[in-house]
Structure formats: C-alpha cells, structure tokens
C-alpha cells in the first residue's frame, strides 16, 4: 500500500502523546497544517473535518457516497454522517454528541451512526441505511510526496480550508443496504478524501468521478472562495490518478483556474510539465440537497450535489496527450451558506 497509513497504537487516551514532541505536534496540527511527510489521515482536531468516499460500479450504473464531518467548535464535538445513492436518490442524514476522532491513527467513532477502524467502515442511520465494509487500499497518495493534496498550502497554518484526496483504487468486500434494497459493494471503484479548516467556504465547487472506459483513471477537482472579507480569492486543484501515476496541480507550482455555472463545471490546469481540462455537465435531474456542518451546533448548509453527472478529463504531458476519457456516474457539486434546521 503505498502511502496509506498503517495504524499505530495510540500512547494513551485518544492518541495524545505525553512528550514534548507530540505535544508541540499537536499544536502544530490543531492549526489545520503539516510538517512535512506529514500523515494528513489522522485528526487535525479543527474546527471542521470531513471525510468522504464514494463507491462507483459501472456495470450497474450505481453510485454509493459516504460521508462523516467531526466538529471540535465549539465546545464537545458532534459528528455529521451522510449516506446518498444513485439512482434511487436516497439522502439520509444524522447527527450527533461525542464522536472520537483519533490524532495518531486513521481512526473514527461516533456511534450508533459511524465507525472507521482498520480500513473497516461501518455507516448506520436508522434502520433503513447500513453500510458494512472492509476497504483495502491498492491505489493511495504516493508515499514519497513530501507535501499532501494542499501542495505547499499544507505547511500554512490558520487558512479556512485544506484539502487531500488519498485513495484512487480499492479492494472492496461488503454490503450496503439501503431502505430494503442490498448492494453488494464487491468490486466497486472507491475515492476517499479528507477535507478540514475553520468552516466550509462562503462559496464552494467540487468534483468526483471514476467510472472511465478505462478503469484506472480516477479524477477529483476542488474549489472555493478562501480568505477574509476583501482579501478573499478563488483557489482550485485538481488530481488525476492514472494506473500509479498521481498528477495533482495546485498553486502556486501550477495555475488552475475554474469557472463554474448553469450547471457547467470548467476545470483548468498547467504546470511545467502537465495540462489537465475537466469538463462536468449537469444532468438534467434536479440536484440533491446534502447537509454540510456549520461551527454553529447541529446547524447546516446544503450543497447542490449530483451524484450521476457527466465528466470529460483530458491529461497532456510535456504536450502529449495521455489519457482522456468521458464518465456518466460522476458528482458535481457546488455550495454555499444557507442554514437547515438539524437533519436526523
């Protein structure tokens, strides 16, 4: 597995260490930055944390997010967990008191509703929605990066927002059953994520997709408004892995630009080497509405969230076209500030 933690017994308690290292480690990372070959996978213990994966099975058109945001702002921290597919267009939400997000390991609990251990992920709401799986990683963020998906945003601390896909390609056994309905997750292509800062951004846009002709691609974009007031600005990256090579682009080693409307996602990027264009279009079902943690206890936003959108990547190095290729199962999602009441 290359560059997927393996998990390491915590010292004592939740994964506090008692020396001075770890503690100034600590400090460091509840600033929402890395050192670097820092593991990002670990709780950075910030104000927001999300985690996300998403399971696509082209052979029968389906789609299988999950998603769990941890919030240690302010006071005792409460989880949010999200379970969505296509094409039934299941939305399932809850949230509650006291999850443990583990500082040493990859590791989460928040029970009834979530749990991660050991590459084992178990997602329950109500008693319509159970996901039950073991993931093994095959295709993870290349151990030998210095830096994570934030590039060298990840050693700056305090921005409201940092960003790191880590899992392109998986070996899947499980189930998930989905108000009724089982789904055997055997064989699905599995993308992972964590994202995590001070809040989500005043304005947000976010892409997802395997599902490829060719079954070893994987793509992801991310954007949003970052900063404060005037001295806000757009920041966009993207990541494109292709068999074991990971390109990923983000400023300032390379200029990524995004315009985003009318349902149309336009992702650019070059670097000295590499010129990547993605391309997402809409479709024309109506976009479900997925509940997004606020600082504020058990308040949310909504993004605007297609699960099943259309997705065109083209990957140029040096000026040599090396992939391109056209996916119908991939999500396409744009946000911003607007409070629902507490979902679950």
């Not at 930055?33 to 029968?60: N, V």
């Not at 151990?143 to 790191?164: C, K």
């Not at 007031?229 to 074991?244: E, H, I, K, Q, S």
């Not at 911003?336 to 009441?341: F, Q, R």
Request: one cysteine or more; glycine letters at 12%.
């Amino acid at each position: 597995m290359n560059g997927h933690p393996v998990p390491r017994t915590p010292r004592r308690g939740r994964g506090t260490g008692s020396g001075p290292a770890e503690r100034l480690r600590d400090l460091w990372r509840g600033t929402g930055a890395d050192l670097p070959r820092g593991d990002p996978l670990p709780s950075h213990r910030a104000p927001m944390e999300g985690y996300l994966w998403r399971f696509t099975d082209p052979e029968r058109g389906r789609v299988l997010l999950v998603a769990c945001g941890v919030n240690h702002h302010p006071g005792r921290p409460w989880a949010t967990v999200v379970v969505s597919a296509h094409p039934s267009g299941l939305v399932r939400a809850t949230s509650l008191d006291g999850p443990r997000a583990d500082t040493r390991t990859f590791r989460i609990a928040a029970p009834p509703a979530f749990e991660l251990a050991h590459d084992r992920l178990r997602a329950r709401i109500g008693d319509g929605v159970d996901v039950r799986c073991q993931v093994r990683p095959v295709r993870t963020w290349p151990a030998h990066r210095v830096l994570h998906g934030s590039g060298l945003f990840s050693l700056v601390p305090g921005l409201n927002h940092y960003w790191h896909p880590h899992l392109f390609g998986a070996r899947v056994e499980g189930a998930a059953t989905l108000d009724g309905e089982t789904w055997d997750l055997s064989g699905c292509q599995v993308y992972a994520e964590k994202s995590w800062g001070r809040g989500f951004p005043p304005a947000w846009w976010w892409g997802q997709a395997h599902g490829f002709d060719r079954p070893d691609l994987c793509a992801a974009f991310a954007g949003g408004l970052l900063g404060r007031g005037r001295f806000t600005v757009p920041a966009n990256g993207l990541v494109v892995a292709l068999g074991d090579e990971v390109v990923s682009l983000v400023p300032p080693a390379a200029l990524v630009r995004a315009s985003v409307r009318d349902g149309h996602w336009h992702v650019r990027a070059r670097s000295r080497r590499h010129q990547v264009e993605m391309t997402g279009i809409s479709p024309a079902a109506e976009p479900l509405a997925l509940p997004v943690p606020l600082l504020e206890r058990h308040r949310f936003a909504h993004t605007r969230h297609q699960l099943a959108g259309r997705l065109r990547v083209s990957v140029r190095r040096d000026g040599r076209l090396l992939c391109s290729g056209a996916s119908a199962l991939a999500s396409l999602e744009t946000g911003g500030h607007l409070a629902i009441d507490r979902c679950g």
